[in-house]
């Protein structure tokens, strides 16, 4: 996948790194942003079809992580560590994704929320250290199907949230 730099220039530089997945969502991007931000909402949504998720410990504030495990359709668990380094509400979340703290396998992701009306585009850029680490995450992981599944799940949960009167902060109508 080829990026472009604020120049223009093509910036091939990490291409056989990245995996850039997008979608557009039907709620606001407040919303689709708190689905983030709490754990109540992630445990809903977060992971692939069929997955779930047992959090162990939550802090979202930058340096804060998440410790979590991701339960497989087939009885395997998975264990996850996410540390948030960037947050700028609504609109950009940067994070260290591996499978524990100082993981040397860990992957670079930053989500961004862009506003399209009513709706929401966010773009998901994973950045792995080596091609070889990409190239394994999804040939064996299959982090392409995994990561649109995990963006289906979200624009499930927040359009219901959307549909009910939710509305960010907590708030019900």
């Given amino acids: 996948m080829t990026t472009t730099g604020s120049g223009g220039e093509a910036a091939d530089v990490t291409a056989d790194r990245e995996v850039v997945i997008s979608r557009v969502i039907d709620a606001p991007r407040e919303l689709v942003f708190e689905a983030f931000t709490q754990v109540g909402h992630l445990s809903r949504w977060w992971g692939p079809k069929g997955f779930t998720t047992t959090t162990r410990s ?47 396998n860990s992957f670079e992701s930053s989500l961004t929320f862009e506003p399209a009306g009513e709706r929401t585009r966010i773009v998901m850029r994973t950045l792995f250290r080596t091609k070889e680490l990409r190239d394994e995450a999804v040939e064996k992981y299959h982090a392409v199907e995994g990561g649109e599944q995990t963006l289906d799940n979200l624009a499930g949960y927040v359009a219901d949230l959307a549909r009910s009167g939710f509305t960010p902060g907590g708030v019900e109508d």
Avoid at 75 to 95: C, F, H, K, S
């Fill in 58 to 104: 939550f802090a979202f504030r930058v340096g804060g992580a998440w410790d979590f495990v991701m339960h497989g359709p087939d009885g395997t668990d998975y264990q996850e560590w996410i540390t948030w380094r960037e947050i700028v509400p609504p609109e950009r979340i940067a994070l260290l994704h591996g499978e524990h703290r100082d993981d040397p």
